[in-house]
């Protein structure tokens, strides 16, 4: 497979970054053959954006040593060395041509005219040599999320033509264009190209792949072909021991008082979403990204259209909306908290009070104004363990943990009876992570009935009462406490084909 | 063939605005015998000049997601500029060269200004409008200056049977539509509207793209002037203040979106030419000059409320097709496949 | 002390600015500092005012109104027609308000309903007012004013002109629901963050609309005291004062993306533009150069308030 | 900072001038918006000021009303002699000017008559209704050969205007003594380019158009414009000329004449009205009782004569 290269287009020796002080990565080292395909695979959090950031050259590693063409280079300098990386973002431009999106890096042609045949040749060549019949003159807006991933590829390797990372390719994409994804892949290795394919699949990762390289908590586990694992090995690897016996002090849910029922829930982005939640019970919503989890939750909300039923205490919500919902004592932990949560330029207290804003003041003469909100939302502060200079800072210049601290108190001080929270310890440090879920199960033993949508397993393994696990917008598998099997439920949610289950 | 035309439709963002003119003026047709002469016509391509000119430098502006208020203004102090200059000086070569030269300056100044403080373009014009009125009041005491007579040409002028300014605009549409879809130019252009991210990442020289664009509304904004100036005869004191807004609204009846990253100078200059055809359509009706307001609002008013609502209808589409993917994941795979693929396929 | 003295400066960066042009053109004019120039001052600038603020609160929100400057003119036409029938001047604020009302809640149906772009939309609506005032007055000053209107323009209590009182009751009024109103505060959050607005279970919709409303009620009033300070009403009253009103908006440090300024530094901005304008008169500057002042202030005034306000965190 | 330095500095200078002339007769001039007629008034009468040894302040209020109430308020805080004023709209000024009866200072109105005003004391300018049948009457003796329709263009000016009002009334009074006129409006405004555009839709709808009268000599141009695209710009006495009239004086107006595209202009005097001006307010601050309404009409010349009477031609160049 390797050929008879023997040296490597890229060699990492040691590779280690830091964040002020603060080791994410260590220990990276692995060779890059022409034609070989490597398959980074971990956890969310074990360090693969860092890793690939190092690799594409956007991060300036902290430690270690990179090798192109068997000699130490001073800096990785990306496309001078031939390595391009297609991110889960994709750069592109919605409103331009696939060949206008393709060689906006280097046109074709002096400064005054653009030579479009010459473009069109080389976008055609390019498309061609990928092996497909995209029209060059399409906008990319026009295209399928494949289509435009493919775009990227050949934008990618049109700046540089050896290695080539992909960072999570197919969240987006249909079977079909996931397949056509992959015969390029394999046409790309053919040529002596070297990927880098980071995924969640495992299937995929065998499917694309010949050797592997396993990330935990920012460390190179484990390495070598993927001829030598059974896909099962490769999940124990990335899950690590630690976190296959969930700590059993959770108290079990007592009596059976159902709070929260989602009927039959659909939409563009998922199907017969069924399921129901107990007082007192904390369920887990597993899955990987793309597979619909926060838009089943936002369609609970009203956020989003979807048909179905939602019951809440039994009752059937005839317009669902977030402000009807709240009234009901039903209330959701959006997942962007950046982008969806917080009022970024506004006071703490602001962002505090905002859901709940009759709980804060004291309504004095004709129903106006904000007195008490200071005290009230200086002492939820101070009882959430928010740290924070004074009560009118502005919510931007808090940490993550912080933030997101911010907003669960926000929500908590509706006195909710039902919470679906989206991601709700993404991107915190662990202190916060540790108080978040400690909030999480006290509400639990007051009564609450409590959702959590998380990317982060370990966590559901620990929270949650019962597991649910989506896949492509549609319910595949519900565990409960005791059949809590963490590679299961990885490879239920990454799994390609039903059967799996 | 549905599919087909809708495709047009939304590659063409002029087209919509073509056949409103077309339609417009047939209707026009119908009404009176008069508007159908080709001297009526050249005379609506005249008048629509000056703003359609202007609309082919602020297509550029508003496709980076950039605006520019300050283009009366810049045409009052070119106009200012060259009336004063001829009077001083007689030259033509001088007052046409400074001319040009300032209108584009002020152009490239408020580029400069906007990427340089980072304030909104809007507000940064807003300032610059007042500045350059200023300027120009200033400079010429408020006085009517004539021009002299041979520069009539510019207004009135025939060159093989063609009125100059005509000729004009069509060389600054041929250049703008050249500019836009031919050099790396116009695709930055497009491109910084369409994703300022991705032209980040991508490393596009987006300040250097931003002086030019307005740099370019400038200079358009000084041929504009001179045209002007040569029609109407000399220097008003406040000439072209206002019209900046005439144009911004032929932009946008042109079929582009203030938001960026894509429009087409044609449709912009369809734009001008319908602004001109209400107006001429208007006269015709024996209409209060005090209706052309409204009617000009209620005209631009429809124009985005058709725009938004075929959006919408483009929304729904693509969720359409984002549900297909999921019924495609749990049905046999083979069959499902071919409709996603065709699915693809049929977009294009 | 000098800390709590220097963050107030950064909270309001107009008030040191103002206070200087203040003091500089009382030193250096004679005249600036007379009770018939105040008066003057306030008098003519009560319209701009209540506009300002109205343009204020949808700025807050993240909006533009640029429709604001002719719905001035639409209201103050129509409110002079029905004060010219019906003799009653009450009948003739109402229907000012109406007729802001009216334009308001078209521009905030079709901004927060339908989806449209504020500029676009309120560049149309801006238009159509016009046109509205215009066709209504024939494009001549309505004629039949009731003499208490003029009375009214002149009427002074406790030294203050009447209409400027009522510019800051209208100031009080919105500073009350802005500050102190679930309302005011919904207005400010959608502002800093419409998503997250919704998120939190706000009704975006309809508080968009209801600024949009307020902002046209707001234009309604200031075409009403308009009538009241130049004793008729013309139909190209609002004309020139769009850029004005914005200018002074920005001046105060209201910035257009939402979520930061108030309608205190709007006050101020109001203030600092009409001390600039009678300052630079007094001292006999040509109207071409206050122009170019003027641009040059609002440039850089808004600049170093957005710094200020930016290095603040 | 450089600018509130550099402003400060500009402060000092102006108070020290402003400073010397506390004795002088102090004259307040408010002007409603600068452009080629009004600086020409102007221009006279600060030549006249000057004459008699006058101080004057001059305001300007950019077209609008509310600032031009403000300015002559602070005309009447700097403790002017008397005001000239030439009002915005001639509706809204009485707010001011009633401040400045109640001070003492009297008011002449010049250009712009404030004719429902209990405050002014005396208007110099214009008689745009003379003016107009001046025009008109030229107009009607031309047309009288032809036969069949008469059409003639207006271009009006601004309707808010009373002289725009005179100037279109008194030339449409004239006109009354034809029959079979067809009149063509085209609104103005007072501007060129609507003018300019307005024309051009009136020819398009009018073949045949056999005279044209501009409420202001400055939009000529525009119309010769107009004319020379559609190949009708002859000069009087030939085939097809277009005849072709104004009021005002302007620059634009002489050479339009002087050439003979257009027949004839009604020459405002403004040299007079800005003499008179001040001499009104002389008088008044004498505590001498004046005229209310003092009218410079003007002088209609054509073709013939245009070249003789150069030098009493304002705008001339």
Request: charged share 15%.
């Amino acid at each position: 497979m390797n050929g008879n290269t023997t040296t490597p287009l890229l060699s990492f020796r040691g590779l280690k970054k830091s964040f002020s002080g603060k080791t994410v990565v260590d220990g990276i080292s692995f060779d890059l053959y022409p034609g070989q395909v490597v398959g980074l695979v971990g956890e969310n959090g074990a360090g693969k954006s860092t890793t690939k950031n190092m690799l594409c050259g956007l991060l300036e590693p902290t430690g270690g040593q990179i090798l192109v063409d068997g000699h130490v280079v001073e800096r990785n300098e990306g496309h001078a060395h031939g390595i391009s990386a297609v991110h889960q973002e994709l750069s592109l431009f919605g409103s331009l041509t696939v060949a206008e999106n393709m060689c906006i890096g280097s046109m074709p042609g002096s400064r005054l005219r653009i030579d479009w045949r010459e473009m069109e040749r080389i976008v055609r060549e390019q498309l061609d040599f990928l092996g497909m019949d995209i029209d060059p003159h399409a906008t990319v807006n026009s295209l399928g999320a494949g289509m435009q991933q493919i775009v990227e590829i050949g934008k990618a390797l049109l700046h540089a033509d050896k290695v080539l990372i992909l960072d999570e390719p197919t969240t987006s994409l249909t079977a079909v264009e996931r397949e056509k994804l992959f015969l390029i892949l394999d046409k790309l290795r053919d040529r002596g190209i070297a990927i880098v394919f980071i995924s969640h699949f495992l299937e995929e990762i065998y499917r694309v792949c010949d050797s592997y390289i396993v990330l935990r908590d920012g460390q190179q586990v484990a390495s070598g072909q993927l001829a030598d694992v059974t896909q099962r090995q490769l999940e124990a690897l990335m899950v690590g021991r630690s976190f296959e016996n969930s700590p059993d002090t959770i108290r079990p849910v007592t009596g059976s008082c159902e709070a929260l029922r989602v009927e039959n829930l659909g939409s563009a982005d998922f199907r017969d979403i069924s399921f129901a939640v107990q007082r007192g019970e904390i369920v887990g919503i597993a899955g990987l990204m793309g597979a619909g989890r926060t838009e089943v939750a936002e369609a609970i909300f009203g956020l989003r259209p979807a048909t179905g039923d939602v019951h809440v205490h039994g009752k059937v919500v005839p317009e669902r909306s977030v402000a009807g919902m709240k009234r009901l004592g039903v209330c959701y932990l959006p997942e962007d908290r950046r982008v969806n949560g917080l009022f970024l330029n506004r006071a703490v207290r602001e962002n505090l009070s905002v859901a709940a804003i009759s709980r804060f003041i004291r309504r004095g003469l004709f129903k106006l104004g904000f007195s008490g909100e200071r005290q009230a939302t200086q002492a939820v502060v101070d009882s959430a363990g928010i740290a924070i200079p004074h009560i009118n800072v502005r919510v931007d210049a808090l940490s993550g943990g912080n933030q997101q601290k911010v907003l669960l108190s926000r929500w908590m001080a509706t006195e909710p009876e039902v919470l679906v929270l989206d991601e709700p310890t993404k991107g915190v440090d662990i202190g916060a992570k540790f108080d978040i879920h400690t909030r999480i199960r006290e509400l639990a033993e007051h009564g609450a009935a409590v959702v959590v949508v998380s990317s982060d397993l370990p966590e559901l393994l620990q929270l949650s009462h019962r597991i649910l696990v989506m896949r492509k917008g549609r319910l595949v598998g519900e565990f409960s406490r005791e059949e809590f099997d963490s590679v299961r439920i990885i490879s239920l949610a990454a799994s390609v084909d039903d059967k799996v289950a | 063939m549905k599919n087909t035309i809708r495709t047009v439709f939304t590659r063409q963002k002029w087209l919509p605005i073509a056949i409103a003119n077309v339609a417009f003026a047939t209707l026009l047709a119908l009404v009176s015998p008069a508007f159908l002469s080709l001297s009526n016509f050249q005379s609506m391509l005249v008048q629509s000049g000056v703003t359609a000119i202007m609309a082919v430098g602020m297509t550029f502006i508003i496709i980076t997601a950039g605006i520019d208020i300050s283009m009366g203004a810049i045409l009052f102090f070119t106009s200012a500029l060259f009336a004063q200059l001829m009077l001083d000086t007689q030259s033509y070569l001088l007052a046409f060269t400074a001319a040009m030269c300032c209108a584009t300056l002020l152009g490239a100044i408020n580029g400069l200004l906007v990427i340089r403080f980072r304030m909104s373009p809007l507000i940064t014009t807003l300032a610059t409008y007042s500045i350059y009125r200023g300027m120009a009041i200033h400079m010429t005491g408020a006085q009517n200056i004539p021009v002299p007579r041979e520069m009539g040409f510019l207004g009135n002028g025939r060159v093989m049977g063609l009125p100059v300014p005509i000729i004009l605009l069509f060389v600054i549409v041929v250049l703008g539509v050249y500019v836009l879809n031919h050099t790396r130019l116009g695709v930055y252009a497009r491109a910084m509207g369409s994703s300022a991210r991705s032209a980040r990442e991508s490393n596009l020289p987006s300040n250097s793209v931003t002086v030019l664009v307005y740099g370019m509304g400038g200079f358009v904004t000084g041929v504009a002037a001179l045209i002007l100036l040569a029609r109407v005869g000399g220097l008003q004191s406040g000439i072209g203040i206002g019209i900046e807004f005439t144009v911004i609204a032929a932009v946008i009846l042109g079929g582009t979106k203030l938001t960026g990253g894509s429009g087409t100078v044609i449709g912009s200059v369809f734009g001008a030419f319908f602004l001109v055809l209400i107006d001429n359509g208007l006269n015709l009706l024996n209409a209060s000059p005090y209706i052309y307001d409204i009617v000009r609002g209620v005209v631009l008013l429809a124009a985005v409320v058709v725009d938004r609502v075929s959006a919408r209808r483009q929304e729904q589409v693509l969720s359409a097709l984002r549900a297909s993917r999921l019924d495609e994941a749990s049905s046999s795979r083979c069959t499902r496949g071919r409709d996603g693929e065709q699915a693809l396929l049929g977009q294009r | 002390m000098i800390k709590a003295l220097s963050d107030s400066v950064r909270s309001y960066p107009v008030a040191p600015v103002l206070v200087a042009l203040f003091v500089g053109f009382s030193l250096f004019s004679p005249y600036f500092l007379t009770t018939g120039n105040i008066e003057a001052m306030l008098t003519a600038n009560s319209v701009v005012l209540i506009a300002s603020i109205g343009m204020t609160l949808v700025f807050l929100m993240g909006g533009i109104d640029l429709s604001i400057s002719t719905v001035i003119s639409a209201s103050a036409v129509i409110a002079g027609l029905v004060m010219a029938a019906s003799g009653s001047v009450l009948l003739g604020a109402l229907a000012a308000m109406l007729v802001g009302l009216c334009f308001g809640l078209l521009n905030g149906l079709l901004i927060g309903v339908l989806g449209l772009t504020p500029f676009i939309t309120t560049m149309a609506t801006q238009l159509i007012a016009r046109g509205v005032a215009f066709v209504l007055s024939k494009g001549i000053a309505v004629q039949g004013t009731p003499y208490s209107m003029m009375d009214f323009g002149f009427l002074s209590i406790a030294g203050v002109p009447a209409v400027t009182w009522a510019g800051l009751l209208v100031v009080a009024l919105c500073l009350l629901a802005l500050t102190q109103t679930d309302w005011g505060r919904h207005v400010m959050l959608i502002g800093s963050n419409r998503n997250a607005a919704r998120y939190a279970g706000i009704n975006v919709r309809l508080t968009e609309v209801s600024v949009y409303a307020v902002s046209g009620v707001l234009g309604g009033i200031a075409g009403f005291i308009s009538i009241a300070t130049l004793g008729n009403a013309i139909p190209g009253v609002g004309d020139t004062l769009l850029l004005i009103i914005i200018g002074a908006v920005v001046l105060g440090g209201t910035t257009m993306e939402g979520g930061e300024g108030s309608i205190a530094r709007t006050v101020l901005g109001v203030g600092l533009l009409s001390v600039l304008i009678s300052g630079l008169n007094l001292i006999g500057i040509a109207f071409y150069d206050q122009l170019i002042i003027q641009g040059l202030l609002i440039f850089f005034g808004t600049w170093l308030s957005m710094k200020l306000s930016t290095r603040r965190h | 900072m450089k600018v509130f330095i550099s402003l400060l500095f500009a402060l000092a200078m102006s108070a020290a001038s402003l400073a010397q002339a506390q004795d002088k007769v102090t004259l307040g001039l408010s002007v409603d918006q600068l452009f080629e007629s009004r600086v020409g008034v102007n221009n006279a009468i600060k030549a006249e000021a000057e004459k008699r040894g006058y101080d004057l302040v001059e305001v300007v209020a950019d077209g609008d009303a509310q600032t031009q109430n403000q300015q002559i308020q602070s005309l009447i805080t700097q403790g002017v002699d008397a005001i000239l004023v030439c009002a915005v709209d001639q509706n809204t000024i009485e707010r001011a000017l009633m401040a400045a009866q109640r001070a003492g200072i009297p008011v002449v109105a010049y250009d712009r008559d404030l004719p429902d005003s209990r405050v002014v004391a005396a208007f110099v300018g214009p008689d745009s209704l003379s003016d107009g049948r001046e025009a008109g009457a030229y107009t009607a003796a031309q047309l009288k050969e032809v036969t069949g329709e008469k059409v003639v263009v207006e271009l009006i000016g601004a309707l808010n205007d009373q002289n725009g009002i005179d100037r279109s009334k008194g030339f449409r009074e004239e006109l009354a003594g034809l029959d079979n006129v067809k009149l063509v409006e085209v609104p103005t405004d007072w501007d060129s380019a609507r003018a300019l555009s307005g024309t051009q839709n009136a020819f398009q709808a009018n073949p045949v158009v056999h005279a044209v009268y501009a409420a202001t000599d400055t939009h000529i141009p525009a119309v010769e414009t107009v004319l020379s695209d559609l190949e009708k710009l002859k000069t009087v006495g030939e085939e097809g000329h277009v005849v072709v009239t104004g009021v005002n004086g302007s620059n634009d107006g002489y050479q339009a004449v002087l050439k003979g595209t257009a027949d004839g202009i009604v020459v405002m005097d403004l040299e007079a009205t800005g003499q008179t001006a001040v001499d009104l307010a002389t008088r008044l601050m004498n505590g001498e009782s004046v005229e209310r309404v003092n009218v410079i009409t003007g002088n209609f010349y054509t073709t013939d004569d245009i070249e003789a009477n150069k030098d009493t031609i304002w705008g001339a160049k």
